[in-house]
């Protein structure tokens, strides 16, 4: 991938002015500014008025389950449980060869739209062992140049319901994965659900890691195990360290109950990731008509100050048989989901799928500012609404100031 120098004539700011930027050498953004002056010889692009973006993050993925689709029995009932059942039978036959290959595969289809950071989960339960983490492991050492992979690692079968999973878990951080990932509804009692996010927490401290939950990924408005991530996240002090992702069950709660779990998520800075295209998708399943849209309440979140991101999650598997990685869809999703149709609202969605992300992954350096990284994206579009009206793919895509796409010699 060729080093770039620079880049003329790109919009900013949501399309309101044009600029140019000049990359320092080791990558990162050393000048904005109008008829920036550069050595001769220096390879500088024109972005053509395009519109210019931090690269996507997808904040919510699994890269061992993407394109298995075809390999597995279909999902008949479309249903999160039944999609866990026919995954937990086929994990035992994998080998990590063929889930890097598909990984692999995903994490191209994810750069080509633009995404330079992608936060995937795991799935470390004993019919899994860790084939599918040296899978993806594998896959994000062979992608290191032009995409940045942070792994949770997924105990999909529970932890006390699946014996042995949390010395995977343990044992997968001590292989390079980054997170403590957990899935807390998915125990046999409420009681299981809440020593499971106890469970977290004891690891978090152990490898000094963040916190991202599968949580209340369910239409039950009985399913109560988001108010306990909060609670303890402000007991133990893990307050901006933790992320709930799904939280469905919030928008089935009376609307008295939400609010008191909304202001505790507020309370504890705890990020809540929401995956638009999966839950409209698995969601509502048990609901006749009117059904329901299965989503957390993302304008409620947004209102009270709680950072909200959005993920792409599946990508053709037995969850969710579509899925392409292109962020700025999972963003035009959620405008439909949850109505964010306000100018101001439109602004929120992209940043679900840029800032937002960024910020629950805790990614420094991340923006179009002087001294940020440049992992950029050049869009063929005037406005971030035009660009999340129309999804374009991008013109340009940098990585470390080099240019990922198009693809390019030297
Ligand atoms: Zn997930």
Redesign the pocket.
């Known amino acids: 991938m060729r080093k770039i120098s620079g880049l003329r004539n790109a919009r900013l700011d949501d399309g309101q002015r044009l600029v140019d930027l000049a990359f320092s050498d080791d990558g990162t953004i050393a000048r904005v500014g109008r008829a920036l002056k550069f050595p001769r010889g220096a390879t500088v692009l024109d972005a053509g008025g395009g519109l210019l973006l931090p690269s996507f993050v997808d904040p919510?993925?699994?890269l061992d389950l993407a394109y298995s689709l075809d390999l597995l029995p279909p999902n008949r009932s479309g249903t999160l449980i039944e999609a866990i059942r026919l995954w937990s039978r086929f994990k035992r036959t994998l080998t990590a060869e063929n889930v890097m290959q598909r990984a692999v595969r995903a994490i191209h289809d994810e750069v080509s739209y633009g995404t330079g950071l992608i936060r995937t989960?795991v799935d470390v339960a004993t019919a899994a062992g860790l084939r599918l983490c040296e899978g993806v492991l594998a896959a994000r050492q062979v992608c290191r140049d032009f995409c940045d992979v942070q792994v949770v690692v997924?105990p999909q079968d529970g932890i006390l319901r699946d014996p042995g999973a949390l010395d995977l878990m343990r044992e997968a951080m001590r292989m390079g994965c980054d997170v403590i990932g957990g899935i807390a509804h998915n125990e046999r009692s409420d009681e299981d659900s809440r020593r499971h996010i106890d469970l977290l927490f004891d690891l978090a401290r152990e490898f000094d890691a963040d916190i991202d939950c599968?949580i209340d990924?369910t239409d039950d408005p009985d399913s109560r195990c988001t108010e306990y991530l909060a609670a303890r996240t402000i007991a133990e002090g893990w307050q901006g360290r933790v992320t709930a992702?799904?939280v469905c069950a919030l928008g089935s709660y009376p609307d008295v109950h939400a609010r008191k779990v909304i202001d505790l998520l507020a309370e504890g800075g705890v990020h809540v990731v929401t995956?638009p295209c999966?839950n409209l998708h698995l969601q509502g399943r048990y609901d006749r008509y009117p059904r329901r849209r299965g989503l957390t309440r993302v304008q409620e979140l947004l209102a009270a100050g709680v950072n909200v991101a959005a993920?792409q999650?599946?990508i053709r598997d037995p969850?969710y048989p579509l899925g392409t990685g292109q962020m700025l869809s999972v963003a035009h999703m959620l405008v439909h989901a949850d109505h964010l149709s306000t100018p101001a609202l439109l602004r929120q969605a992209m940043r679900t799928v840029t800032d937002s992300a960024a910020r629950a992954m805790r990614r420094r350096g991340y923006g179009t500012r002087v001294g940020c990284r440049a992992d950029l994206v050049v869009l063929p579009a005037q406005s971030e609404h035009e660009a999340i009206r129309t999804c374009p793919r991008p013109q340009l895509v940098l990585k470390n100031a080099r240019q990922v796409l198009p693809t390019s010699r030297g």
């Open positions: 919510h993925l699994h989960h997924f599968h990924e992702s799904h995956n999966v993920g999650d599946c969850f």
